[in-house]
């Protein structure tokens, strides 16, 4: 047999293509006869380079050179292309198996939702594609799967699967088609067959693949056999021993696949010979002697007494890069692919199956101007286009609640007919005018509602009509009572998203379907359109759940990166994933994501069978997956004389293990692997010269004319606490934007019982009796409660509430008596006796005025109620501040009288609805005394303040106020001096 194979440091596309053309005989005619069969189309891609460069650069007519993952669209044997019925379109077959799991009713746990359903039709089809590959019946070989004590169990499951085994197999015989995979594995045995009867007469050589495919094994123990057909094996290793009573290495071992290989086409480990005579003499080892000590690493469980036959000291050529999280590793890698650069003609590629840290790595070269070759793609459903009717669909079936909508309308696409930059300056317009804030009711017309109590409404009215009549084809299906086709629901999407994305100069399909992205967008939604016709018709709320179905797992090759700079990516820094790395070489490799659960992965068998399932009916055990990988590990560790194996100590803020093949390494070496030093980069590069140098907290002095000269009460305790907050707020006249639709809570609460209470006030005189108070009340709390707009449900968790808090003040008015005097929410002013002039404004809940000529000021509390101690403190200010005012006449004549009781009413309507809570009760004299006190210091802040050599200092706690939170705490940039002061004060104790 023709079994040859190249050893792991050895280039091998380089020497793949240098033994061709050493074959050939330097004839061009020769060369070009004859096929060459790769595992990837990138390898294959690769190859042509690769004679490109052995041929130092002289133009070659090339052989055919195929993909085994091409055959269905170039196929070998044109008689058996034509024999075989036609593939399924992959999206037509996923439409109707999600058809069969939604006609199914929720049997069997099925879902009921096409949104759901279609995730499993993915599953489903997965399974049918992996045992067609195996060469299994499902239909005969499922019913026996179970064991006997999950039999009960497994015939749930074995309804389900009827749909493969049953229903689908009927679908495909009535319409004439094949399973893509089952199509792929019948082109291979065909063309198997093919050499078999009649041997071609030119060169055929198979190389790189490692047979993991029943069929593509097939196919090489007949490429062995030909007259000039030869098989070559990546980094075969023959000499592993097996375990007691094995016939194979372990699963999780590199070699096991290609052993596998070996006796699937009746061969031995012995029938494989080196190709040491086709390598040409100046293609030396990448890294030399690394290979044979991996082997010796990675050897299984039976061979590991051959490390005590001497230690090895170090793998030459490897660092070992540990960096404090997956954020550092992806700046560490940035840095030591950018280094590469430096050497002449050198080639760096990162090798990893994280995605996550291919995005970051490529976001971190372009810090250095570096735009990175990432072959395997980016994710469909991220990109711009994508993203865009990701957002409209939701916004839709969230009746343009304010957060969807805002992300839609200040999406890069989103124009309305207008230029996008005038969109999105809208956009922020009608955030702030309408959409801060309580959430506005829903749909055009709660925006148009809100619109019409703001000032900017004719500017914004016309944006809002552009909105509508580019939602239009959604709005429309919107009133819709019945389900809705899926197709109509796609295509209303896809024209909507049209009409939102045209400019004043160009159509939304141009800009929406341009570049690699939307080409891709378009051709994926448009099979999808067809497609969706085999789908009953569904809520409309699942559009946002099957558009994002439809997306899954599509990759785009697109060159975003590119746009808007001058040049190509970078023609000597890669990133590739493990299939796309096989059989490539480079100077300088990073293996990066080298974790359990990442790099090997983590094995499951998948949502249909357990293992011993799995092996009854002869499908491959997940481990296989580990050994695949750890045969891409060490080929890609010796494909360069650099390597860097990198695997992070943390991982989304956990302990990360290191990949066995590491824990390994550290065990049989003698000397620990190197630690590259990027991590050390990393940590200095944004760090400034010397020492830090931390900034003091903001004390600004504005001039004595732009102090204010009005403050209300709630301002002079801010005063009090943090001065800076009231300089954000009137001098820089900065008002904190209130919050995007946020969720009704105790604020709210504290607004109705507020409401109902000034309300109920009014009405308190012509009150009998405390049952008619609390009719009374319960009615205002009602009507506050229809006022305020919220959730029907919250609505009802607060009514008994509020019912308690009605009977409660209920009761404690009836014991109280009548007052002279009664007001709610009175308002009031005091002009102070401060230089310039000072106004102090302020409104009380309540103040009463009795028959004996005292004042009593009354403060409801929802929230937590302020200590006697802070308000004795000065910290808590409002009630003797207002006592203050009520001294001098500020809340009229009525109330011109020094206050004899200060209290807070707390109610909560919980378990204790109500509590009274008076400040200094029987205590007179303490009650002046404090009233004094805050006044006096009133006095001497507002003194202070008018000198414009007093600062407003920034306070992040005030003292007694370890809660303060402050509105324009960022805006101070109090997160970097209050660290630098508390290790300062650390320091001096």
């Given at each position: 047999?023709n ?6 440091d ?8 240098a ?7 330097g ?11 790769l595992?990837?189309?990138r390898?294959?891609?690769a190859?042509?380079?690769?004679f ?9 007519l090339?052989?055919?050179?195929i993909a ?5 669209e ?5 008689a ?5 019925p036609?593939?399924?379109p ?12 939604l ?14 359903a279609w995730?499993?039709?993915v599953?489903?089809?997965a ?6 590959r195996e060469?299994i ?12 004590q999950?039999a ?22 009535e319409?004439?088609a094949?399973n ?5 594995v019948?082109?291979?045995?065909a063309?198997?067959?093919?050499w078999?009867?009649a ?7 198979a ?14 123990g007949v490429?062995?056999r ?15 021993p097996?375990?007691e ?26 029938d ?6 086709m390598?040409p ?6 890294a030399?002697?690394?290979?044979a ?6 050897l299984p ?19 070992r890069l540990?960096a404090?999280?997956?954020h ?10 950018r ?5 002449p003609?050198?080639?760096a590629?990162?090798v990893?199956?994280?995605?996550d ?6 976001a ?15 994710a469909l459903r991220?990109?711009?286009p994508a ?9 839709w079936v969230?009746d ?8 839609l309308?200040k999406h890069?696409?989103t ?16 955030e ?22 703001v000032?900017?409404?004719e500017?914004?009215?016309d944006?809002?009509?552009?909105i ?8 429309r ?6 389900s809705?086709?899926a197709?109509?629901?796609l295509?209303?999407v896809?024209e ?6 045209a ?5 939304g399909?141009?800009r929406?379907?341009a570049?690699e ?8 939604l ?6 969706l016709t085999?789908l ?5 709320a699942?559009l946002?759940?099957l ?7 599509a990759?785009?090759?697109?060159r ?6 001058d040049?190509a ?11 796309e790395?096989r059989?490539?070489?480079a100077e300088l490799?990073v293996?990066?994501?080298?974790a ?5 992965p983590?094995?499951?068998?998948g949502p249909?069978?357990s293992?011993?399932m799995r092996?009854?009916i002869?499908?491959p ?10 045969h891409?590990f ?6 360069a004389?650099?390597v ?23 065990a049989?070496?003698?000397t ?20 830090p140098r931390?900034?003091p ?9 732009l ?8 301002e002079?305790?801010?005063l009090?606490a ?7 707020r009137h001098?820089l ?6 919050p995007l ?5 105790r ?7 507020h ?17 008619a108070m609390a009719?009374a ?11 305020t707009?919220?959730?029907p449900?919250l609505a ?17 008015e ?9 007001a ?9 006796p401060?230089?310039?002039?000072f106004?102090?404004?302020g409104?009380a809940?309540?103040?009463?005025r009795?028959?004996?000529?005292g004042i009593?000021?009354i403060?409801?509390?929802t929230g ?8 004795a ?6 009630l ?6 009520a001294?001098?006449?500020a809340?009229?004549?009525e ?11 707390h109610l909560?309507?919980?378990v ?13 004299a303490t ?21 414009e050599?007093?600062?407003y200092?920034?306070?992040?706690s005030p ?20 660290v ?9 104790g």
């Open positions: 047999m079994l040859f194979t190249l050893p792991a050895i280039p091998f596309l380089d020497a793949i293509a033994a061709w053309l050493a074959d050939a005989g004839t061009p005619a020769a060369v070009a006869e004859g096929l060459i069969l595992p990837t189309r390898a294959a891609r190859l042509a380079e690769a490109l460069r052995q041929s130092g650069g002289q133009p070659l090339l052989p055919r050179i085994f993952g091409a055959l269905d170039t196929p070998l044997a044109l058996g292309a034509l024999d075989l036609p593939s399924v992959p999206m037509l077959r996923l439409a109707h198996l999600t058809r069969l799991i006609a199914l009713d929720g049997a069997s746990g099925a879902p009921r939702s096409a949104e759901r995730p499993l039709a599953e489903l089809a399974l049918m594609d992996e045992a067609e060469g019946d499902l239909a005969s070989a499922l019913p026996g799967a179970a064991q006997r999950f009960r169990h497994w015939q749930q499951t074995l309804t389900f699967l009827a749909i493969v085994t049953r229903a689908w197999p009927q679908w495909l015989a319409n004439t094949m893509p995979a089952a199509r792929e019948a082109l291979i045995a063309q198997a067959e093919a078999r009867r041997p071609p007469k030119t060169r055929v050589w190389a790189g693949s490692t047979g993991g495919i029943p069929a593509v094994a097939r196919l090489l490429v062995a030909l007259p000039r057909g030869r098989v070559v094996l990546p980094g075969f290793d023959a000499d592993v097996a375990e009573g094995a016939a194979f290495p372990p699963e999780t071992h590199p070699a096991a696949a290609m052993h596998r290989l070996l006796a699937a086409i009746g061969a031995s480990p012995g494989v010979r080196p190709w040491d005579e390598l003499a100046g293609l030396a080892a990448r030399p002697g690394r290979a000590i991996l082997a010796r690493a990675l469980a039976a061979g590991l007494d051959r490390w005590r036959k001497g230690r090895v000291a170090a793998l030459p050529g490897a660092t540990e404090a999280d997956e550092q590793e992806a700046q560490a890698i940035a840095l030591i692919l280094g590469a650069l430096e050497r003609g050198a080639r590629a990162l990893t199956p994280d995605r840290l291919a995005v970051r790595v490529t971190e070269l372009a810090r250095y101007g570096v735009v990175a070759d990432d072959s395997a793609g980016e991220e990109t711009p993203v865009f009717l990701r957002l409209l669909a939701a916004a969230e343009l609640a304010p957060v969807p909508l805002l992300a309308l890069p696409y124009a309305a007919g207008l230029t996008p930059e005038a969109a999105r300056d809208l956009a922020r317009r009608l702030r005018a309408v959409l801060r804030g309580p959430r506005p009711p829903g749909g055009i017309v709660g925006l148009r509602r809100v619109l019409a109590e000032a900017e409404r500017a914004l009215e944006f809002v009509t552009r509508e009549v580019a939602l239009a084809p959604l709005l299906l919107g009133s819709a009572v019945a809705v086709p197709e109509t629901l295509a209303a896809i909507a998203g049209e009409a939102l994305a400019t004043e100069g160009e159509s399909a141009a929406l379907w570049y992205e939307g080409v891709a967008l378009a051709e994926l448009s099979e999808a359109l067809a497609a085999v009953p018709p569904l809520a409309v699942s946002p759940g558009l994002d179905a439809l997306l899954a797992g990759v785009v090759r697109s975003r990166a590119l746009r808007g700079r040049g990516e970078h023609p000597r820094i890669f990133i590739w994933g493990l299939l790395a059989l490539q070489s490799i293996l990066g994501g080298l359990e659960g990442v790099w090997p983590g094995v499951d068998p249909w069978l293992r011993p092996a009854a002869g499908l055990s997940p481990e296989a997956a580990i050994g695949q990988s750890a891409d060490v080929m890609a560790a010796c494909a004389p650099e860097v194996l990198s695997c992070p100590r943390r991982r989304e803020r956990a302990p990360v293990v290191p990949a066995r093949w590491l824990t390994r390494l550290d049989m070496l003698e620990p692997l190197p630690r590259h030093p990027a991590a050390e980069w990393v940590a200095a590069i944004d760090q400034p010269e010397g020492k931390p900034v907290p903001p004390a600004p002095r504005p001039p004595a004319n102090r204010p000269r009005r403050l209300t009460v709630t002079i305790e801010t009090f943090d001065p800076y907050a009231i300089y954000a001098i006249r900065l008002t904190p934007l209130a639709d946020p969720p009704i809570g604020a709210d609460f504290g607004v109705i019982v409401r109902a209470l000034r309300r109920f006030c009014d009405r308190l005189p012509a009150l009998p009796n405390a049952a009719a009340l319960d009615n205002e709390f009602e009507t506050a409660l229809l006022q707009a919220i959730r449900a009802a968790w607060w009514r008994p509430r509020l019912r308690r808090i009605a009977d409660w003040i209920a009761g404690w009836a014991a109280r008596g009548h007052a002279k005097h009664r709610a929410e009175r308002a009031g002013e005091w002009l102070l401060v230089a310039g002039g106004t102090l404004a409104r809940d309540r103040i009463e009795h028959e004996d000529g009593v000021l403060d409801f509390k937590t109620v302020p200590r006697e101690s802070e308000v403190e000065g910290t808590a200010p409002q003797p501040l207002e006592a203050a005012m001294e001098v006449g809340f009229g004549d109330f011109c009288a020094p206050a004899v009781s200060l209290l807070y009413l909560t309507g919980g204790t609805p109500g509590a009274e809570h008076v400040l200094f009760a029987g205590d007179h009650l002046r005394q404090i009233i004094a006190a805050t006044k006096t210091r009133l006095l001497t802040v507002l003194e202070a303040f008018a000198d050599a007093t600062p200092q920034a306070t992040p003292p007694g106020r370890a809660s303060w939170r402050s509105d324009y705490a960022a805006l101070a940039r109090q997160s970097e001096w209050q630098a002061s508390v290790e300062a004060s650390d320091d001096d």
